[in-house]
């Protein structure tokens, strides 16, 4: 029935089915521990099903970290290294899209570095190099640590994760972890690290198009924002309001209003800021 639901995009069908997903994510934690060696995979696969789908409804739902734990606490690491793995990024997921303090973003992101650990780099590579790129997703939000240092070590995960990952295979994947690399770079607001991130955000860019909403717009206004940050120049204000136009052209307004509002009050502002230099 759920998947049935989810299908047909019947968001009230879901939320009826809710209560009966958190019943049946509660009993099967419950049951894991005396389920024997032959259906432990295949009954701890489902467990991880059932929490992604209850992630989609109802991001941050607290019943999700319990059961995702007790699924560790019963695979083996080494006997199911890749559900193991699996289970460790649900549980990474789950944690961050909870409230987001100083510890849940801790153990969010330990969960993400031992799902990475798990993986075989050339066993693996995929889902190798997409556990890296949710390694820098985590140290990007992360709270309470450093800032710049965990957005050097966000460089060092998203270059890991591009060297494993083919743009003309898996170009959305490579897109992202581009503007990804982008994000992590334009936050040290340096001279050389902004020239790193315009050279990340226009390789996202061209991999992308403008059917590719609202990640082609996102990629834009980062662009942008980050012309922004170089010296106040013509040339660089110029390419930066350019950057938020092309971003909101498209049928953005319709797909995301409020995205589209934000990328056209930046280009006013970056035409303002250019017209006082004249």
Known sequence: LWQTAEEGDDGEALRYLTPTLLRAIENLSAELPAIGAAD?????????????????????????????????????????????????????????????????????????????????????????????????????????????????????????????????????????????????????????????????????EGALSAEDQPAWSEVLGDLGTTYRLLEPTEEHLRAAADAYRRGAEGDLREIAPASWASLKSQQGTALEELAELA
Request: aromatic share 4%.
């Open 40 to 204: 432990l995979e295949e009954v701890a696969g489902l467990l991880l099903d059932l929490c992604t789908a209850l992630q989609d409804v109802m991001p941050g739902a607290p019943a999700a970290p319990p059961a995702l734990q007790s699924a560790l606490r019963v695979l083996d690491k080494g006997r199911h290294r890749r559900l193991w793995a699996k289970a460790q990024q649900r549980l990474g997921s789950a944690l961050s899209a909870g409230e987001n303090g100083v510890e849940e973003g801790d153990a969010s992101l330990e969960a993400f570095r031992q799902a990475a650990d798990a993986l075989v780099r050339d066993e693996e590579p995929l889902e190798w190099a997409l556990a890296q790129s949710l390694v820098g997703d985590a140290l990007l939000i992360r709270e309470g640590g450093d800032p710049l240092a965990d957005a050097a070590a966000a460089v060092d995960a998203y270059r890991a994760a591009l060297e494993f990952l083919d743009e003309s295979e898996h170009r959305e994947e490579w897109a992202v972890t581009q503007a990804s690399l982008g994000i992590a770079l334009s936050a040290g607001e340096a001279g050389d690290s902004l020239d790193q991130a315009l050279a990340a955000f226009r390789a996202a």
